[in-house]
């Protein structure tokens, strides 16, 4: 079965970091442009972040700074580094997947993950 999964998430104080990670299973992420998604409480899910190959092509300007996204050695995972976090962080993480040969960011992913809560404290 093709499928994402994302990982990492949980509770973290303000200033604190959160590492998600996100993983492919039956086929090759490393062929596929991979974006993050959050969606805060009550609102709809924005794309934050997004990497196509080893270039981080995006970030929303709310984590400029503060989060880092890069794909592991092997290409078959992509990390969401999340450093001094804010209460406005609160959400639901999502990593999505586009094959390279058609999408890019932005666009409607061919993979969702389930989904990560990341939840900040004050």
């Known amino acids: 079965q093709e499928q994402i999964v994302e990982s990492g998430g949980g509770l973290a104080q303000s200033g604190g970091s959160l590492r998600l990670s996100c993983a492919s299973s039956?086929?090759?992420?490393?062929?596929?442009?991979v974006g993050w998604y959050r969606q805060a409480p009550g609102k709809g899910r924005e794309e934050i972040s997004c990497?196509?190959?080893?270039?981080?092509?995006y970030y929303a300007d709310e984590i400029k700074g503060r989060f880092t996204t890069s794909r592991s050695g092997t290409r078959q995972t992509v990390t969401l580094q999340m450093n001094d976090l804010k209460p406005d962080d609160t959400g639901v993480y999502y990593c999505?997947?586009?094959?390279?040969?058609?999408?890019?960011?932005?666009?409607?992913?061919?993979?969702w993950g389930q989904g990560t809560q990341v939840t900040v404290s004050t």
């Open positions: 999505g997947a586009i094959s390279s040969g058609w999408g890019d960011c932005g666009e409607v992913m061919d993979y």
């Open positions: 039956g086929f090759r992420l490393e062929n596929y442009i």
């Open positions: 990497i196509r190959g080893d270039t981080v092509t």
